[in-house]
């Protein structure tokens, strides 16, 4: 069984930059994303990156989050620069088939417990 972990998330002030990580188990033919969740609203899709490193992300999220992987040490990064209230969330890592855009959230079937990012004001 897959196991993803996250971890990297913390109180930040807006303005700042984080960047999480996530460790799967046996990620290197998958394709790996980003989601997150915010008090009372819906999980949202942040970032995917396939089996051949082809990077997707959300329109709300371009230009200031990077999703990146490093193959040999079976994790994948989200950076995120200039940090907004509006971004405090759970963040999730989540692992699917090769070839799959984070809008496909039904085909990502292992999931790490999250990683809190608070921004204050």
């Known amino acids: 069984e897959e196991h993803v972990e996250e971890s990297g998330g913390g109180s930040v002030q807006a303005g700042g930059s984080l960047r999480l990580s996530c460790v799967a188990s046996?990620?290197?033919?998958?394709?790996m994303a980003w989601f997150r969740q915010a008090p009372g609203k819906e999980r949202e899709g942040l970032a995917t990156i396939d089996r051949d490193s082809k990077t997707r992300y959300a329109d709300s999220v371009k230009g200031r989050f990077t999703i990146s992987k490093d193959k040999s040490a079976n994790t994948v990064y989200l950076q995120i620069d200039n940090l907004e209230p509006e971004d405090t969330a759970m963040y999730y890592c989540a692992t699917g088939p090769s070839y799959v855009h984070f809008r496909e959230r039904t085909l990502f079937k292992s999931w790490g417990q999250g990683t809190q990012v608070t921004v204050s004001s």
């Open positions: 046996r990620y290197h033919y998958f394709s």
